[in-house]
């Protein structure tokens, strides 16, 4: 049986893997924010979506955002020192 070499990978393929990766990461962050979001803003499931759940979900995702921009920054930030 060969042994696997990383530095074999087609880099077309690395990237395809990559950017795949990214994709999934995102869609787990939008299904996470979602799920966070809706527990807080509704209480039961309504025929239509009023202003003012309309605003909490607005607020929910920006500060569920605010919040892993802040973190994904901090952390680069240590990472360079």
């Known amino acids: ?14 990237r395809f893997v990559q ?4 994709k999934a990461r995102f869609q787990a962050n939008v299904h996470q ?10 209480d039961k499931v309504p025929n239509r979506m009023d202003g003012k ?8 995702v920006e500060r569920f955002m605010d919040t892993s921009n802040f973190i994904v920054n901090k952390l680069s930030t240590m990472g360079r020192n």
Do not use: S
């Open 1 to 14: 049986m060969a042994n696997f070499n990383p530095g074999d990978v087609d880099p077309e393929l690395q």
């Open 19 to 22: 950017i795949e990766t990214q």
């Open 33 to 42: 924010f979602t799920d966070l979001c809706w527990d807080k803003c509704i």
């Open 53 to 60: 759940t309309e605003q909490c979900f607005v607020n929910c």
